[in-house]
């Protein structure tokens, strides 16, 4: 039993404390594959999360304006986004809120329906630390059936909305006997996740906020959050991780949005990575669950 004071300070945790929430989940073993499908020497895993309108509802919010620039997200931004990937032929992951499929089911379906992978989001991007276990769980299953009742497809994988992780998640997502998540960030290369001291089966391939656009590309006229990069610098940003991915024979990750990417002025990061990607022999272009499955059974022994 757990006696520490809740008023105590960090510094006067008992060990057992903070090794307790150290490792409620910890990244294992590592799993970078010998080699790629092909031969090839990289891995390009784009992905995209779906947010739209839940970004304003998950807080309650009923900003008529927020909404509409939700609404830019799959109106404007993924018509763009998809024409570039069908364009290079590119596979990519959309992390999909089951509100964001429940307002526009037509993407979602054409998501599938164009060779992409659908994965969990959550159900209104909601924040799964703050939820009781029962009301994550529930909202996790119900995500999933929404999603496949939609497009006709399970998913296998997951990204909890803004990459919040509660203690309980694993486990839901071990009992809904999915494969992969990808919303966390102990290493650049897959790993397996361990819950509690216990390897979990389950992969992770891990995010960075240096590896996603609204980091750098986000505004919200309420809030202190305004963008300080320009595209052509977050390019820059995006290309030397690719570069450094391909050099050490690993992932290149990508995180990206519709209502922040899929511009004008913008969509243009998304091609240039591609184009930059393309360019180098050997780069194998998957989607994340696709990534997940082969670094999980072809690891390299003792890693």
Same mark, same amino acid.
């Given at each position: ?37 092909? %031969? ?6 784009? +992905?995209?999360?779906? $947010?739209?309108?839940?970004? @304003? =509802?998950? /807080?309650? &919010? ?112 071990? %009992? ?6 990808? +919303?966390?960030?102990? $290493?650049?290369?897959?790993? @397996? =996740?361990? /819950?509690? &001291? ?106």
């Amino acid at each position: 039993m757990d006696t520490k004071d809740s008023h105590d300070q960090p510094w006067q945790w008992p060990d057992h404390h903070w090794k307790k929430l150290v490792g409620q989940v910890r990244a294992g073993r590592a799993l970078r594959p010998k080699a790629w499908p092909a %031969e090839a020497r990289c891995a390009v895993a784009l +992905s995209f999360d779906c $947010d739209h309108e839940t970004s @304003e =509802l998950r /807080e309650g &919010g009923k900003s008529i304006g927020r909404l509409s620039w939700g609404q830019y997200g799959s109106r404007g931004g993924m018509p763009r986004i998809l024409d570039v990937l069908r364009t290079h032929a590119v596979p990519a992951s959309f992390f999909v809120p089951a509100v964001t499929a429940l307002l526009h089911p037509e993407e979602a379906q054409r998501i599938v329906g164009e060779g992409h992978e659908v994965g969990l989001h959550g159900w209104i991007h909601e924040l799964n630390s703050i939820l009781p276990h029962e009301a994550e769980r529930d909202l996790l299953l119900r995500s999933a059936d929404t999603l496949e009742s939609i497009t006709g497809q399970r998913a296998v994988g997951m990204r909890t909305p803004s990459w919040d992780f509660s203690p309980n998640t694993l486990s839901i997502a071990r %009992e809904m006997g999915l494969r992969y998540d990808s +919303s966390l960030m102990a $290493d650049v290369d897959c790993y @397996e =996740l361990i /819950e509690a &001291g216990v390897p979990s089966g389950l992969v992770e391939l891990p995010v960075e906020w240096i590896r996603d656009d609204g980091a750098y590309l986000m505004m919200n006229r309420f809030e202190a959050i305004r963008p300080y990069t320009s595209p052509a610098d977050v390019y820059d940003i995006f290309r030397r991780e690719f570069d450094a991915a391909y050099a050490e024979g690993g992932i290149f990750q990508l995180t990206m949005h519709p209502h922040v990417t899929g511009y004008r002025s913008r969509i243009w990061i998304l091609e240039e990575i591609i184009r930059h990607a393309q360019s180098h022999p050997q780069v194998w272009f998957a989607t994340h669950r696709d990534v997940a499955q082969w670094a999980l059974e072809h690891a390299q022994s003792g890693s």
